[in-house]
């Protein structure tokens, strides 16, 4: 077989596909990762199966959809049952692990059982939907692990390593996240090839967590807005300064990727490495009207993907790639094997430009769920089944379409039609009758999407067959 690859999986939380300079879009200086995105295969029409941060996890380790793993909200508390990745699932490092890898898990990881659920008061001084995870089965065969369920406290963070101690290292998680990693690729076992993932938060809110420094560069500059950012958003002092956060914080990011890359060519890795840099979802940050995620607008369901490494070029791809194809393509490139339990696809080929003539996917699911207990109670007192509604849709290379059932019982469904191609910005969406051809036929993709999921959503007046 040669000498296996390592593996290094860079990604952030709430990072658009738009907020980095390679992308042309967003006015955000990231010189380190523009250097990366030209030596590397860049994928265009990388999409967040569910954006939200747990389910996309889920799909990123597994290669199944969310759905399939249990995942159909965040991990959290305040619900009636309790939302975590099994330790029955099989994921990338439980993968790895059999092969002989050394495996890391560094930052947030937001896909344990909030230990709310289980203890009024936790040893490990947990709060909210935040968990430590102890050394055993729930790590999936991760050795090494400084981490922390999910906690917003960009410039004050905490971690578990491997007791209930919490460490408080008092430095931007970002940084300190980054000082880790390279003090583990220093100090590796350098007789095992690497698997390592490094989870930064930022830029998730609260946006005005980030050092000065950062956002020094961006504060008070004029500093062009997307098309559907709405008038009154543009004179919004408070909105303004959010942008600002958000684009520091990803300059932040740049400058502490640049730290690892530099390690990486001078140690010589570079050569033998395969790094992936990514995100769970991106954030609308403005853009029509809204901040965050959860909603099938591109700012939201797009997310940065760029794979560099032995055997792969420069270049682009806009092939569809979903949250579950990322496991089963590291397994690829990697020689690994890519076990039973995937449900998305390998796209190592279109990464190394061997694709040439292969029949690409034609389109990508999309979901999301109200998941939140103050969504999901409503349903449930009037004994309806919360999981049946929310938003599905069908995204291909030109088109988005969507079933909004709402998030509030008795709302009626509506089905929206973006044509991205024509309408980038996403403006002037159709609204089709469920009995229109066009409709007629997503209907029934969806459908069997659903029957494949077991998912219950209801497409309420559908004639899909």
């Known amino acids: 077989m040669g000498k296996q690859k390592n593996l290094l999986y860079i990604f952030a939380d709430q990072w658009r596909a738009?907020?980095?300079?390679?992308?042309?879009?967003?006015?955000?200086?990231?010189?380190n990762m523009d250097r990366f995105a030209q030596e590397s295969m860049s994928c265009t029409n990388a999409i967040s199966t569910y954006p939200l941060c747990s389910p996309h996890r889920a799909a990123l380790m597994t290669g199944k959809y969310p759905t399939s793993c249990g995942m159909w909200t965040n991990c959290k508390i305040g619900l009636d049952e309790v939302v975590m990745l099994k330790p029955q699932e099989i994921t990338i490092s439980d993968v790895l692990h059999d092969c002989g890898y050394a495996t890391a898990y560094i930052g947030k990881w937001h896909l344990d059982g909030s230990e709310k659920n289980f203890y009024k008061d936790p040893k490990s001084g947990a709060v909210n939907w935040d968990a430590f995870t102890p050394q055993g089965e729930r790590r999936h065969h991760f050795d090494y692990w400084v981490s922390y369920g999910?906690?917003?406290?960009?410039?004050?963070?905490?971690?578990?390593?491997?007791?209930d101690e919490k460490i408080k290292p008092g430095k931007w998680s970002v940084e300190y996240e980054t000082d880790l990693a390279l003090d583990y690729l220093k100090n590796r076992d350098e007789e095992k090839p690497f698997c390592m993932f490094?989870?930064?938060?930022?830029?998730?809110?609260?946006y005005d967590q980030v050092p000065e420094k950062y956002w020094n560069a961006y504060k008070g500059k004029e500093i062009p807005f997307r098309e559907n950012v709405p008038e009154e958003w543009r004179t919004n002092q408070d909105y303004l300064t959010k942008r600002e956060e958000y684009f520091a914080a990803i300059a932040g990011l740049d400058e502490n990727f640049g730290r690892i890359m530099e390690y990486l060519k001078e140690s010589g890795l570079d050569q033998d490495t395969l790094v992936v840099l990514s995100a769970d979802h991106g954030d609308c940050m403005g853009s029509h009207g809204l901040y965050g995620k959860n909603v099938w607008y591109e700012e939201s369901i797009r997310i940065p993907l760029y794979f560099r490494g032995p055997g792969i070029k420069p270049g682009s791809t806009d092939v569809l790639f979903?949250?579950?194809?990322h496991m089963p393509t590291l397994l690829e490139l990697l020689g690994a094997p890519v076990p039973e339990t995937v449900e998305g696809s390998c796209r190592g080929s279109y990464i190394t430009g061997a694709a040439s003539g292969q029949k690409e996917p034609d389109h990508a699911f999309l979901c999301m769920f109200p998941g939140m207990p103050e969504l999901v109670n409503p349903y449930r007192k009037l004994g309806m089944n919360p999981k049946s509604f929310g938003w599905r849709g069908i995204r291909t290379k030109t088109e988005t379409y969507v079933i909004d059932r709402g998030t509030t019982p008795g709302a009626e469904a509506v089905r929206y039609l973006y044509h991205n191609d024509q309408d980038p910005y996403q403006m002037h969406p159709e609204i089709l009758a469920p009995d229109s051809e066009t409709a007629k036929?997503?209907?029934?993709?969806l459908m069997e999407y659903f029957e494949m999921l077991n998912d219950p959503f209801v497409m309420t007046d559908s004639c899909a067959e």
């Open 150 to 163: 999910a906690m917003d406290e960009h410039m004050n963070p905490h971690y578990w390593h491997d007791t």
């Open 322 to 325: 979903t949250s579950p194809d």
């Open 18 to 31: 738009h907020a980095v300079g390679a992308a042309g879009e967003d006015p955000v200086a990231t010189p």
């Open 198 to 206: 490094l989870s930064w938060n930022p830029p998730h809110p609260p």
């Open 441 to 445: 036929k997503y209907d029934k993709i």
